[in-house]
């Protein structure tokens, strides 16, 4: 991880990989490429607006609607697993040299003891799942799917 910043209730991660955009937009948004790095069932219906399902073990499901699909460059969605609100994942992904600037913006963490402990873990969470995507597309090997920093 290159760099993390924190600003507000936001958790803002960016990194570079050693893949092409359309490469990495393609294992951010497909079940195959999903399902290696990210989680253990996943359902994309590809589209604004589309409905997506994670699943990330027995009984542990998460979902969202996409907002905005601008392959290969913005993919962003909600990630409806905390009440009483969702919050906003965004993906933006930049050519640079032989590979992509990878930057994740995650928002709308609330305030509160819960929304703390979720903050705590998200941010740790996805500092685990970027190392697995980045070496999912720099060597085809990473560590199993599911949950982390839980």
């Known amino acids: 991880m290159e760099k993390t910043h924190l600003i507000g209730r936001s958790i803002e991660k960016e990194l570079f990989i050693k893949a092409t955009p ?4 393609q294992a951010l948004t497909e079940k195959a490429d999903l399902e290696r790095w ?14 997506i399902r994670f699943e990330w073990g027995p009984g542990l ?12 460059h913005r993919l962003s969605y909600t990630w409806e697993a905390l009440e009483p609100s969702p919050t906003t994942i965004t993906f933006e992904l930049t050519a640079e040299n032989d590979g992509t600037r990878l930057r994740l913006i995650h ?3 609330g305030e509160g ?6 903050y705590t873990s998200i941010s740790s969470g996805w500092n685990a799942h970027l ?12 560590e199993p799917p599911g949950p982390k920093g839980r």
């Open 113 to 118: 003891e819960n929304w703390d402990n979720y």
């Open 38 to 51: 990210f989680l253990t069932k996943a359902e994309v219906d590809l589209r604004p607006g589309g409905a």
């Open 131 to 142: 190392n697995n995507l980045t070496a999912w597309l720099e060597t085809g090997i990473c």
């Open 22 to 25: 359309e490469r990495v937009f």
């Open 61 to 72: 499901f998460e979902g969202g609607k996409i907002l905005v699909l601008e392959p290969p």
């Open 107 to 109: 928002t709308g963490i």
